[in-house]
């Protein structure tokens, strides 16, 4: 399994597209005006030295690299250049594509040399795209996901069972693929802090913190374990979502409603086109100045917009009338295709 990364992507294809950009700190993110409301998308290498990472808000973001350019999100060129690179990895002999996201993809191929496969897809894509990707090798996705971090930049690295503990066993759980702050600190209040303690904890006291299917993921996740073939099953939207950050604070319930209800209107446009039942509406909420929380409810499987509507009104009133609101999102999640055969319809998060 290779993971394939493209490097500082978003950045990359806007200095392709200005190249007398190369070289320096590069910011791109909302409508790249810092004094509106608006997060990084991503940065260039050279601004991210100075602190600037995916997620901050703007302005602050202008503030620790006041040299920087910054530019407006350019959803249209990036999914051009993205369709491009992924054209590249399925053109390549034997392989298998996985694609998961713009950026990335796992590629699935039985070859005697991985890295001189490596080596020869970042070559491909550099020549039909002009940009550089990183590529990890694994003998599972986990361990090639998080080889790529060791090869950053443009570079190719190698994690198997035999390596595995030599490389991560001494690094905090926090690096790796899927554990976050938060797992992370709960994981430390039960002695594990490190990729060896998390391989070796106790499966029973693990499915009792995160549940029976979380518990055994992190203990695969701790030893680098868990699937070992790429799938180019076609990717199908879970659900759809839309998300507004207010120039202006809303605080008055009507304002509120009123903005739920255009999210609403937008997101039944989208599940409209899909063509499947909408069985869950979650309700995004970011209080002023930067508290976010959700709120979800389940419904029947309905194509009725009006029932979704009224769920997603519904969830508006749990909002706290007092506290200035920041964001609104709505997401409406539909039945996979699967489910439709087989009238299951796990439970997935929607945020």
């Known amino acids: 399994m290779l993971h394939v990364d493209l490097d500082q992507f978003v950045a990359a294809v806007e200095v392709l597209r200005r190249p007398e950009l190369a070289g320096r700190q590069v910011i791109v993110g909302g409508r790249g005006d ?138 905090p759980t926090v690096d790796l693929w899927g554990v976050g702050t938060k797992v992370s600190r709960r994981l430390a209040e039960h002695g594990i802090s490190t990729v060896a303690e998390l391989a070796a904890a106790d499966l029973d006291m693990l499915t009792g913190e995160f549940g029976p299917r979380m518990g055994e993921w992190y203990c695969l996740l701790g030893r680098g374990e868990g699937a070992s073939q790429v799938d180019d099953t076609p990717w199908v939207a879970r659900g759809h979502s839309r998300e507004t950050t207010y120039q202006q604070d809303l605080t008055e319930p009507g304002q509120v409603l009123e903005a739920v209800r255009e999210l609403t209107l937008s997101v039944l446009q989208d599940v409209a086109a899909e063509g499947r039942p909408v069985v869950r509406v979650t309700l995004k909420v970011r209080y002023a100045p930067f508290v976010t929380t959700t709120f979800g409810h389940k419904i029947p499987p309905t194509h009725d917009p009006d029932v979704v509507m009224s769920a997603a009104l519904e969830l508006a009133g749990r909002i706290e009338p007092e506290r200035p609101v920041r964001l609104l999102g709505v997401r409406a999640e539909m039945t996979m295709p699967e489910e439709a055969r087989t009238g299951h319809t796990p439970t997935r998060s929607g945020w």
Not at 68 to 80: C, G, N, S, T
Not at 122 to 134: I, K, M, P, S, Y
Not at 138 to 166: N, Y
């Open 34 to 171: 810092p004094s509106e409301r608006a997060v990084v998308s991503t940065a260039s290498y050279e601004a991210r030295a100075l602190g600037v990472g995916s997620g901050m808000p703007l302005r602050i973001a202008a503030r620790k690299a006041p040299e920087a350019v910054l530019l407006p999100v350019d959803k249209e060129a990036y999914d051009a250049a993205s369709a491009e690179v992924m054209g590249t990895l399925r053109d390549l002999p034997g392989a298998t594509v996985q694609v998961l996201g713009w950026d990335e993809a796992f590629v699935g191929v039985r070859v005697a040399d991985p890295e001189a496969y490596a080596v020869a897809l970042q070559q491909a894509v550099l020549a039909r795209t002009r940009l550089h990707c990183t590529v990890g090798i694994g003998d599972t996705l986990v361990r090639a996901k998080v080889a790529t971090g060791f090869g950053k930049p443009r570079g190719v690295f190698r994690l198997t069972e035999a390596t595995w503990l030599e490389v991560m066993g001494g690094r």
